[in-house]
């Protein structure tokens, strides 16, 4: 079990600022297990309830008669209770004698009922906490592979609580511009998503490939105290929330946030009040900010292709659109929609986005767009331009509308939209090209699409890349594979062919988030 560190016992009944107030329910002594809760959101909870009259206390005491604990198995908080009180038996403050197994070991479910209901419900089996049974400290599995794209990563894993903790310094990293930091957080993170069970001991990670020093004792402090104090530093501290604020604006970067903030700019309506020139971009982002800031659902994103795909059609029949990014790797929810526009026959695709984007822009669908032209070249000696985590094909940023007409019927509107080359290339579904989508009113809604891919998928890249140069000698990028040893293109009509080149097992869509 893991070690969990000890705190001094109070064996009175405590005097904090519960001690002050009537309780409603003196038989009820209430105390909220930190351990997974976090402190904010434990010190709510506590407000919370003492002013529906509940005696709830800060410090663990004799006088405790339920305990309350949110993401943890009755034999975590026992063995918790135990380290707390070194195994002894407590005297209370009138001569009682406590032990850890005496008090009811609460779900939060019980607490929150009880809130909704004003008075401390009874307590049923599906109150009680569950115990679960000791897993080995051993990983079924000790040996992980050291790039991410040799691993099979799905949506759904094992070790959630530690990974948004590891994901948070992460993007704390990257708004401070420190991508190495950033990089080395996700890298953790992305092997903790791939492991074949829930870590419950820092022993499990011992001998594993992409774990720092400081990923570690982020993990070790989230195993043994439920939170990191650095993690809940970081997601308190102002800059922080200001600089996910103003990066939230569709068109600023970490580097026009941090200059904003250091003049006093902290939300978008402060921005709005600077009197500050923006680009056009930056005007629309700001404008649709709270529409952009909402989560797309699967079914949106698939009726936003429908749209986009009659206006391909419309131009180039015989063209195909392909939904990518989050959504194709199994996600029902997320920030942006990605398409990728292709046609069989080579060449075909070629001045098609300016046509699209005249046939959306005439049904009224685009509150917003930014097109480019195709500047991708390849040469005999090898690639023309350095790889880069944004391919240079034809491509339209546009932010979308969803409306409703009086009628009723569901009009969607488009996203981003980008072209490619036909087989003779590498195929940029692993690039991600993002638009957006929301419709809940009758009114125009804004969607947003971005180039660059979510951070599961980025880092998949990232590490195919990494591993094309390291292991391979080859170059990678969204348009070709470069063998630099034979100075030459490898050809590919599929990702399964670029596997195959790289010598690595194909791994799918809902395998790579990374």
Same mark, same amino acid.
């Given at each position: ?198 870590? @419950? #001991? ?8 992409? &774990?720092?020093? +400081? ?5 070790? =402090?989230? *195993? ?104 194709? @790797? #199994? ?8 398409? &990728?526009?292709? +046609? ?5 695709? =070629?001045? *098609? ?127 070709? *594979? ?33």
């Amino acid at each position: 079990m893991v070690p969990l560190k000890r705190r001094k016992v109070n064996c009175s009944v405590t005097s904090d600022s519960s001690g002050d107030r009537t309780s409603k329910f003196p038989g009820v002594v209430i105390y909220l297990l930190e351990r997974k809760m976090g402190a904010s959101r434990r010190a709510f909870l506590t407000r919370l309830g003492r002013g529906k009259g509940f005696n709830i206390e800060y410090s663990l005491s004799c006088s405790i008669t339920h305990i309350v604990s949110e993401n943890n198995s009755g034999e975590e908080v026992r063995t918790w209770l135990d380290h707390q009180t070194g195994g002894q038996e407590r005297e209370g403050g009138e001569g009682r004698t406590a032990r850890p197994g005496s008090f009811h070991l609460l779900d939060i479910v019980w607490y929150t009922e009880s809130m909704h209901a004003g008075i401390p419900v009874i307590i049923l089996d599906r109150h009680r906490l569950q115990e679960r049974e000791k897993p080995g400290l051993e990983l079924a599995v000790v040996s992980v592979p050291s790039y991410a794209c040799q691993r099979h990563t799905p949506l759904l894993h094992h070790n959630i609580t530690l990974t948004d903790a590891l994901s948070i310094l992460a993007e704390n990293a990257e708004l401070g511009e420190n991508e190495g930091r950033g990089v080395a957080f996700r890298r953790a993170a992305a092997l903790l998503k791939s492991l074949p069970q829930e870590v @419950r #001991g820092a022993e499990q990670l011992r001998g594993l490939p992409c &774990l720092g020093e +400081h990923s570690l004792r982020v993990i070790k =402090e989230v *195993l043994e105290d439920g939170v990191s104090q650095e993690v809940e530093t970081t997601t308190h501290s102002e800059q922080f929330k200001a600089m996910k604020a103003l990066t939230g604006i569709f068109g600023v970067g970490a580097k026009t946030a941090d200059r904003w903030f250091r003049e006093g700019i902290h939300t978008p309506y402060d921005l709005q009040r600077s009197g500050h020139t923006l680009n056009r971009a930056q005007r629309a982002g700001l404008q649709y900010y709270n529409e952009l800031n909402l989560p797309v659902t699967k079914s949106e994103a698939v009726a936003i292709g429908q749209i986009v795909e009659r206006a391909v059609h419309a131009v180039l029949p015989g063209a195909e659109i392909t939904l990518i990014g989050g959504f194709r @790797r #199994g996600k029902q929810t997320g920030h942006d929609v990605d398409f &990728l526009i292709t +046609h069989p026959d080579e060449g075909r695709e =070629e001045g *098609l986005m300016p046509k699209v984007v005249s046939w959306l822009e005439a049904q009224g669908f685009l509150l917003y767009r930014k097109t480019t032209g195709n500047s991708y070249l390849e040469s005999k000696e090898g690639p023309a331009r350095p790889a880069s985590n944004m391919d240079r094909f034809e491509r339209c940023f546009s932010i979308f509308r969803l409306s409703t007409d009086n009628e009723g019927r569901e009009i969607q509107t488009g996203r981003e939209i980008q072209t490619g080359d036909g087989p003779q290339t590498y195929s940029p579904t692993l690039t991600n090209i993002d638009p957006h989508t929301h419709s809940d009113s009758p009114h125009p809604l804004p969607q947003t699409l971005v180039v660059v891919g979510d951070h599961a998928q980025k880092l998949f890249e990232r590490e195919l890349r990494r591993w094309a140069v390291h292991e391979k000698a080859m170059t990678l990028s969204s348009h070709a *594979l470069y063998d630099r040893k034979r100075t030459q293109y490898l050809r590919a009509s599929s990702e399964e062919e670029i596997f195959a080149h790289l010598g690595l097992e194909y791994i799918p869509p809902c395998d790579r988030n990374a």
